[in-house]
């Protein structure tokens, strides 16, 4: 056991917490972004305010006491202060985390074909096949295709051929073509007169397309955000390890509460 340096620094990203073993130099960094989920932020500020508490127990500790008892003090104090806190970021962010994914599976999931649809998806998915190198079934689905003959792949999963960052693409367009088709947006954006067209009938294309593109961008960086979230719970665990100079088995069960 040895005596504990916690710290404190304001980023223009967010607040951040040390904690350090001195004899070791061993460091833990605790970081909370300001751009979290909604519905996180209160939980993360309790979060980081309960750590912060943390940090000055273990400052007292390291003054007071003698090095072999700091690690035993800290690992009774760990679960009153963090318990609680803990469990509600990881509630808020679970929830999160389940609300983006059923939007997103309600966007992706692919509607039972009726008799219009169901040739053209069979069709999509005989030329999808036939297409001769990946070049070719990355360009039909990327930029020939259409939301049905999509829908077509997406069902029998055929998508999976192709490389990650295609399938990535190309899901993100099938999820832009669904979300404007699902909420009928293109009823929003009549086509404009132009001096080429000065009596515009139709769709504003152009801008259907754009407000589907930031509903996915909005999506992927939420997605993110969660995951942010995930690394903040791991980093909460490996702070309470460095504190009460346990195993990092032993802090995650100091921290909800299972020791």
């Keep these: 056991m040895a005596k504990l340096q916690p710290g404190s620094t304001a980023t223009p990203r967010g607040p951040m917490l040390s904690m350090t073993i001195v004899d ?16 996180v932020d209160q939980p993360a500020a309790r979060l980081f305010a309960a750590y912060t508490l943390l940090n000055g ?18 690992m009774k104090a760990v679960p009153g202060l963090l318990a609680s806190p803990y469990a509600g970021f990881v509630d808020a962010a679970g929830a999160a985390a389940r609300d ?8 992706g999931a692919v509607p039972a074909s009726t008799a219009a649809t169901a040739a053209i998806r069979q069709r999509a998915v005989q030329m999808f096949d036939a297409a001769p190198t990946i070049a070719d079934k990355i360009r039909l689905a990327a930029e020939v295709f259409g939301l049905p003959h999509l829908q077509g792949l997406v069902e029998v999963d055929a998508l999976s051929t ?3 960052n295609a399938q990535s693409a190309i899901m993100d367009r099938y999820l832009m073509l669904s979300y404007a088709s699902k909420y009928g947006i293109a009823s929003k954006y009549p086509a404009i007169a132009t001096p080429d067209n000065p009596i515009p009938s139709g769709i504003n ?7 589907a593109k930031a509903m996915i961008s909005a999506i992927r960086a939420l997605t993110k955000k969660i995951e942010n979230c995930s690394q903040i719970a791991r980093d909460c665990i490996a702070y309470v390890s460095i504190a009460c100079q346990c195993p990092v088995p032993t802090a995650f069960d100091l921290i909800t509460k299972q020791a």
Excluded: Y
């Design 162 to 164: 192709l490389p990650d």
């Design 205 to 211: 294309n152009d801008a259907v397309e754009s407000e």
């Design 57 to 74: 127990e273990a400052a007292r500790a390291s003054s007071t006491l003698l090095p072999e008892l700091i690690g035993p003090h800290m």
């Design 100 to 107: 983006n994914k059923k939007v997103v599976a309600d966007l």
């Design 24 to 39: 070791t130099d061993r460091t833990q960094i605790l970081f909370i972004p300001k751009d979290l989920p909604p519905g």
